[in-house]
């Protein structure tokens, strides 16, 4: 019923990580990764790839040079599930919140998105792996307004990303449709206009108990126009 989809650059590390904790939990759904790395991060995770293929569903393409806007419109030609969800490279989705976001949003055609709760931690030298410095309550949006301008209103009086909520695929399609036209537009193109657009098509919710883990470093961005 849903598909993460992946884009990543240079990070190999992370993204190994990211698909041992996938394979640690059993999460059958598919994996779509599209990877805009250098030649040496592109190869360590082909091999990495290739020893997850008999317990994970993962579609790996590679998009060199390709920015991460651009990276996302094709990862969402490659989903076929009805339901999808972004990760980046450096966080975590709970399987079974994701499930409970599925089943509410089939419940629900009012609705456009849901997610659970959300966590940001921090690790030692920012690294892949070592010891957890701190870590914190990660905001969400929820628009549950019940005309269109009211959700916008409110959402952007009091902003944050939906990127990290589930959707279904064609809205997410529906979200990046004209995004590389505005991805110059410092954040609009590939953050703020599809969350504009996903508040304005339906109710956003969220459920209770964990669903996401972010980790904050050094190389973390937003993701429209940085990977990470």
């Known amino acids: 019923m849903i598909s993460l989809f992946v884009p990543t650059m240079n990070r190999a590390k992370f993204l190994i990580r990211l698909l041992r904790y996938y394979e640690s939990v059993g999460f059958k759904g598919p994996i779509c990764i599209g990877d805009s790395s250098d030649s040496g991060d592109v190869e360590r995770a082909k091999e990495a790839i290739e020893l997850f293929r008999g317990d994970l569903d993962i579609v790996y393409r590679e998009y060199p040079g390709i920015d991460g806007v651009s990276c996302v419109q094709e990862l969402l030609k490659l989903v076929k599930t009805p339901y ?4 980046a490279d450096d966080d975590f989705m709970v399987p079974t919140a994701l499930q409970r976001c599925v089943d ?12 659970g709760v959300g966590a940001l931690i921090s690790v030692d030298s920012n690294a892949a ?28 009086g ?15 399609r529906a979200m990046y449709k004209d995004a590389t036209q505005m991805a110059d537009w410092k954040r609009f193109g590939g953050e703020l206009l599809q969350c504009c657009l996903s508040v304005i098509k339906g109710k956003v919710k969220e459920i209770d108990g964990l669903y996401l883990i972010r980790q904050v470093h050094d190389r973390h961005e937003r993701f429209p126009l940085q990977y990470g």
Do not use: C
């Open 84 to 87: 999808a969800a972004f990760v």
């Open 158 to 172: 009091n902003y944050s990303v939906i990127h990290f909520s589930v959707h279904r695929t064609e809205t997410w």
């Open 129 to 156: 792996y070592g010891p957890m410095k701190s870590a914190g309550y990660y905001r969400q949006p929820v628009a549950e307004e019940a005309s269109s301008s009211q959700r916008l209103t409110n959402f952007l």
């Open 104 to 115: 509410f949003l089939d419940a629900n055609p009012d609705y456009t998105a849901a997610h």
